[in-house]
């Protein structure tokens, strides 16, 4: 018989208990007491995930998908492959460790942070140097595989695997090829799967997403003789890939000496029947069939056909599973009791999906099919998806009138950069190397406390207004004493850089408890784009204009770009992206216009997902860079010449798209250089970028404030590559995650940096002439 199981679990908790634990852990000085707290918090999470795969009927249980930030640092420290550079002993590596690792301290700059696939979790990027050993490190996964077997059942552990672990790391300190690393490497996962099996575990997921990259064949060549070695010392093996089609590499998946694979049939559907087909007689085959990045609830008789032409072939070889990992959807739906009644019948949360994966398996058996239960659970999904695809509620006239009139001339600006550049320094008169930050300021307890009061009618319209007033005259005040050029308001009336458009918009709605993580403790909570995107009432006019008339500097109104919207919302699937992103771009067009009217005349069009969207194949790139800049284009070209339109990417590898982010034609673009140490703008030595850039001089991720020697330095390293003319100097991302003291200190040394290499710049210029 079939069995079912997931790739793993939100661990988050259901109520983000464990952001709010880490974050006291982080305030404390972490003593044993304050630790033994953090302890209990992971226990209780860990114990909760189990307990809801056992409920839903699972055949296996899923540990090792707990992780105190991350699951690319947590594998590090169970293979002691931290950076040498922290000087940890990899066998007596603590807690405070591992987050100084993660968030920087006053002597090391934390580890690099980038997009986990194309998902918005951010994932720390391994170093690997010549210098790097792999040795014994923590024993915190076996303390949680015994916690499972303690309660019986089969338990599932879950380890990233070792091509992948090289793979998305970074060479640093002049090693030239981190693939030669494997061999160390292998020894720890030996050693850890020996240990796994002497503790009795049978099988052992180990994900290998990077199979559905376009891999070089040295990588490819490395899983055979890897997972040789691997086996023979291993428990069965269930090598994992997901978020794309992996068919290319059918001959390897079939003869890799593993015990089964899983593969992603959400994402690429087709696969599933063509690995199938000739499918080894002694592997299983894990068919991920319920989706893991979306929040819709499956359509279960669509898929239970495709499962039962699978189960044909394959008989009891077949697993029934989650697309990837459980971990991008929210956790439960019950918890959202103020959600529209209607929409909330078309979703599952992750609680809900292991019911699905679970009522999918029974349903192969003919004797389970018939049962009352499980007729009517696909009597009450089918309903469901009807009443989704007819609902009135989905479709606007109005939208659907307008994106058919959208014309080429609607996606350029009506002059040329070079042009509109002197329209707008002729009105702005900045000086060289004009200073400004990224949007958001510190979300102070009383900005937090205002919202929720507002939110549940215990503050009046008026009073919340005047709270928000109060701190964005705040905000600029403090930029005018930092003496930065271009201000912002601050954006204190913002939970979110897209949640707040998403309450303003139609076609959206906003869940109350669905949070999902983006990175550390760092959560989020898409909404759900569930119909088409229409924007009723400016949404940002009144507080860009209130702070515009605070001060004689420039302040710019703050928007989340087209794409951006598009990929940290859950998505409508029943229509393409690319006409989603065009729906939220004539929203947003809309909304440029109307502060460009108010007086607000520079506007920051944040896309920092833009990346992140790629596709995981390059033959699929042009199509999705084709209509993601025309979706931009399309909100930022109906302005003046001397409207200046500004951007903001963070966190991603965006030297292969460089072509596409200067086609975007924004005046000015700030992008996350920092944390890197400037090593993107290497991208600029081939790539000559057209336009204004701000590489970012101050990591905002980690509490280190930076002195003003280390950004001078940065800035002089960025002058090496971009003209001073087009340079702007900006932090790495907004600062709502920071305190007022960290902002105080690290913006006051940022302008102090940039008017000490202005003046250097001048005095250059004077010994030139």
Sequence with gaps: MAQAHVLGLPRIGAQRELKFAVEAFWRSPMTSRDEAALQDTGRDIRAANRRAQRDAGLDWITVGDFHWYDQVLSTLALVGGFPERFGFAADALTLADYFTAARGDARHSAMEMTKWFDTNYHYLVPEYTPHTR????????????????????????????????????????????????????????????????????????????????????????????????????????????????????????????????????????????????????????????VDGRNVWRTDLTRVRESLVRL????????????????????????????????????????????????????????????????????????????????????????V?????????????????????????????????????????????????????D????????????????????????????YGLDVLVHGEAERNDMVEYFGDLLWGFALTEHGWVQSYGSRCVKPPVIYGDVYLPEPMTVTWSAYAQQLTDKPVKGMLTGPVTMLQWSFVRDDQPRERTALQIALALREEVAALEKAGVRVIQIDEPALREGLPLREREWPSYLDW?????????SGVAD????????????????????????????????????????????????????????????????????????????????????????????????????????????????AQAVRARLVKREARAA
């Design 311 to 398: 189960a044909q072939t394959l008989g009891d070889r077949l697993w029934v599973a989650s697309s990837c990992s459980l971990m991008h959807c929210p956790v439960d739906l019950t918890k959202e009791a103020r959600l529209d009644k209607e929409l909330r019948t078309w979703l599952a949360f992750a609680v809900q999906k292991l019911a699905e994966v679970a009522l999918l398996r029974r349903s192969l058996d003919v004797t389970e099919f018939a049962k009352p239960d499980v007729q009517a659970a696909f009597e009450a999904d089918a309903a469901a998806q009807r009443a989704r695809r007819t609902s009135p509620r989905i479709h606007n006239t109005v």
């Design 454 to 481: 507002f939110r549940r009618h215990a503050m009046s319209h008026l009073d919340y207004l005047e709270t928000m007033r109060a701190q964005i005259r705040l905000a600029i005040e403090k930029q005018e004493a």
């Design 642 to 753: 001397d409207t200046q339109i500004h951007t903001h990417m963070c966190y991603s590898e965006f030297q292969d798209i460089l072509p596409s982010i200067a086609a975007l034609d924004a005046d000015v673009i700030s992008i996350e250089t920092a944390r890197s140490d400037m090593a993107l703008l290497g991208a600029f030595e081939t790539f000559a970028y057209p336009n204004e850039i701000g590489p970012g001089v101050y990591d905002i991720h980690s509490p280190r404030v930076p002195s003003q020697e280390a950004m001078e330095r940065l800035i002089e390293a960025a002058l090496a590559r971009i003209p001073a003319e087009r340079l702007w100097i900006n932090p790495d991302c907004g600062l709502k995650t920071r305190d007022w003291t960290q902002v105080d200190a690290a913006l006051t040394n940022m302008v102090s940096a």
């Design 134 to 289: 792999f040795g014994e490190g923590t024993e915190w996964l076996f303390g949680e595989v015994e916690e499972a077997c303690a309660e019986g059942g089969n338990v599932k552990p879950v380890l990233l695997g070792p091509v992948s672990l090289l793979y998305l790391g970074k060479e640093k300190d002049g090693l030239a090829d981190r693939l030669s690393l494997l061999p160390d490497l292998l020894v720890q996962y030996a050693r850890v799967l020996r240990r796994l099996r002497s503790q009795g575990v049978a099988w052992v997921q180990i994900d290998e997403p990077v199979l559905a990259l376009d891999l070089p064949q040295a990588w490819r060549d490395a899983f055979a003789p890897a997972y040789a070695r691997l086996s023979a010392v291993a428990p069965s093996l269930l090598l994992a890939t997901y978020f794309g089609d992996v068919s290319e590499h059918a001959a390897l998946l079939r003869s890799l000496p593993v015990s089964g694979v899983h593969v992603d049939g959400v994402r690429a559907p087709a696969q599933l029947d063509t690995l199938a087909a000739q499918w080894p007689a002694d592997k299983v085959f894990s068919a991920g069939v």
């Design 628 to 636: 993601a800049v025309r979706a931009f284009r399309v909100c930022s």
């Design 400 to 452: 659907h009138r307008r994106l058919a009139a959208l014309s080429d001339a609607h996606a350029r600006r009506p002059s040329p950069y070079a042009v509109r550049a002197k329209a707008q320094r002729a009105w702005l008169k900045l000086p060289l190397l004009p200073t400004t930050t990224i949007g958001s300021f510190p979300q102070t307890a009383e900005i937090r406390a205002a919202r929720a």
